[in-house]
């Protein structure tokens, strides 16, 4: 069976992984985190798709209780790597988003850096990702992701935008064709996995709008839904979403 574009991507790519540049902002991003949930480290967080385990790593640093879930073997074991060397005890499972085993057991999620959400090949399995994770959080929980801006790709040329983004030795994304009636962008990723391996990837992600994730989210039950400008590094209630921004920092409570 073929494995599908995120799959064969992240099989064996932990270690260039924590080297690509959208993976710098960590400290400020769990600073926000922090901040949203009023510093209180009794409350357990879910991390959806947590890659390598830098948010997970570094909330567990500041004392909270945090459970990492990724679809990739190679993200997780450089996850668990990386909290040994930090004397870390945190509990990374491997799990498909699309289908979570847990049950109104966690005050936060988070869902940083796509997170699985919107790589998926059709938007029923990205909506799955959002159901199984409102399942797996308790009344009154709070749900904080990034994702995708679709109004940025109908104001700028995201392949412009790839280019200025890009840093030597890092995945390289080309060839981008966003398709207006799925809102879905078309592209190339090109890469060398952790042996060196070159590899070339054709992608598709699912860009949205600020009113379709407030009606995916109001469908799930969520009553407070706030979205805003994604900035690397700098979350903040301030960001006004603009077309500029590549993604939207979504916060959503039940």
């Known amino acids: 069976m073929n494995k599908q574009w995120y799959e064969a991507h992240f099989e064996n790519y932990g270690?260039?992984?924590?080297?690509?540049s959208y993976t710098q902002g960590t400290v400020g991003e769990c600073d926000f985190i922090e901040r949203e949930i009023n510093f209180d480290k009794s409350l357990k967080i879910l991390d959806v798709g947590c890659g390598t385990g830098r948010h997970a790593i570094e909330l567990s640093k500041r004392g909270y209780s945090v459970t990492g879930i990724d679809l990739s073997e190679s993200q997780l074991k450089r996850a668990k790597e990386k909290a040994a060397?930090?004397?870390?005890?945190?509990?990374f499972q491997r799990q498909d988003a699309r289908s979570l085993p847990f049950n109104n057991e966690f005050d936060v999620a988070i869902m940083l850096c796509g997170g699985g959400f919107s790589l998926m090949e059709t938007d029923?399995?990205?909506f799955e990702i959002l159901k199984n994770v409102t399942k797996s959080l308790?009344?009154?929980a709070k749900f904080i992701f990034t994702t995708s801006n679709g109004l940025f790709p109908l104001n700028n040329n995201v392949d412009e935008f790839y280019a200025s983004a890009a840093v030597e030795g890092n995945a390289i994304c080309k060839n981008s064709t966003f398709d207006l009636m799925t809102f879905r962008d078309h592209n190339i990723v090109e890469f060398e996995d952790d042996d060196g391996n070159k590899k070339t990837l054709e992608c598709n992600e699912k860009y949205y709008v600020p009113c379709e994730i407030t009606w995916l989210l109001k469908s799930l039950g969520y009553k407070i839904i706030d979205i805003f400008g994604a900035r690397l590094g700098e979350f903040s209630r301030e960001h006004k979403l603009t077309t500029k921004d590549f993604e939207m920092l979504v916060i959503a409570e039940n």
């Open 15 to 20: 270690k260039k992984y924590d080297r690509e």
């Open 85 to 91: 060397e930090n004397n870390l005890t945190i509990d």
């Open 124 to 126: 029923e399995m990205n």
């Open 138 to 140: 308790k009344p009154q």
